[in-house]
């Protein structure tokens, strides 16, 4: 009986094109206009949906802001984490 070895490498790409939520997590530095107005730039949100989103993340202390692949939400990742808004991807 022979057994076939599974490529590792294919499993990860799997797990990186399966969705996943970027997360956002409220602060106490960040203005509510900077992170609406970052959202709108780096996440693509209308305003009203950057609205809601900021108010989430001020009462609840987390908001999930972007749901795609993770090798898209990298980029968003990066791009907040850059602007200093604390943010994982899950």
């Not at 993340?57 to 968003?76: E, I, Q, R, W």
Request: contains cysteine; charged residues 30%; negative net charge.
């Amino acid at each position: 009986m022979t057994r076939e070895k599974q490529n590792p490498l294919l499993e990860n790409d799997e797990l990186l094109d399966k969705n996943k939520s970027l997360i956002l997590f409220n602060d106490d530095f960040n203005t509510f206009d900077f992170v609406i107005r970052s959202l709108i730039e780096v996440c693509k949100h209308d305003e009203l949906q950057a609205e809601q989103c900021a108010m989430i993340v001020h009462y609840k202390g987390k908001c999930a802001v972007k749901s795609d692949s993770f090798t898209n939400l990298k980029p968003m990742f990066e791009e907040l984490s850059r602007r200093d808004l604390t943010v994982s991807i899950d």
